[in-house]
């Protein structure tokens, strides 16, 4: 089977650091963070655990959170898990895994194919829920509906 570029990179990324993070934007010319999302590849073949997404932010900065959000499950030897709730990704803030079940194609295409590649199963897919500027997480109703809107995807292909 042919290999992209891309996915060459993807590969040699998860080899080489664990993981690899893929940023997505439906468009071309956007430079709107409320359409970007961000996800990891490699997760389970290198640790065992479920990638992860995040939703609305600029693609440098969901690195970082995705970044600080697995650094704060390896200090504390803790999976990533549907409503764990991590304390070292924002400054100042708590943050939250959250169940992922969106299924458009676009959402981990990499990550999936990279699984299959690998000939690991796919398991499981978790969304870091990022705090508004009061701290509220977008699964409290209080939370800004701005901030809630930036991380509700999209069920279009």
């Given amino acids: ?22 940023n997505y934007a439906p468009r071309v010319d956007s430079d709107d963070a409320d359409e970007f999302f961000s996800y990891t590849v490699g997760l ?7 990638e992860l997404i995040c939703f609305g932010l600029p693609e440098q900065q969901a690195r970082i959170l995705l970044t600080n959000a697995l650094a704060d499950c390896w200090k504390h030897n803790t999976a990533p898990r549907d409503s764990l709730d991590l304390h070292e990704v924002v400054e100042g803030f708590s943050a939250k895994l959250g169940a992922f079940n969106a299924a458009a194609p676009r959402y981990f295409h990499f990550a999936d194919w990279h699984a299959d590649q690998a000939g690991i199963a796919r398991l499981g897919r978790l969304q870091l829920l990022w705090p508004d500027r009061a701290g509220v997480l977008p699964d409290d109703d209080r939370c800004d509906p701005e901030v809630r809107a930036k991380q509700t995807p999209s069920e279009a292909a």
């Fill in 1 to 22: 089977m042919t290999v992209t570029p891309t996915e060459q990179m993807i590969a040699d990324g998860v080899e080489q650091n664990g993981w690899f993070v893929v």
């Fill in 44 to 50: 389970g073949k290198t640790a065992g655990w479920p």
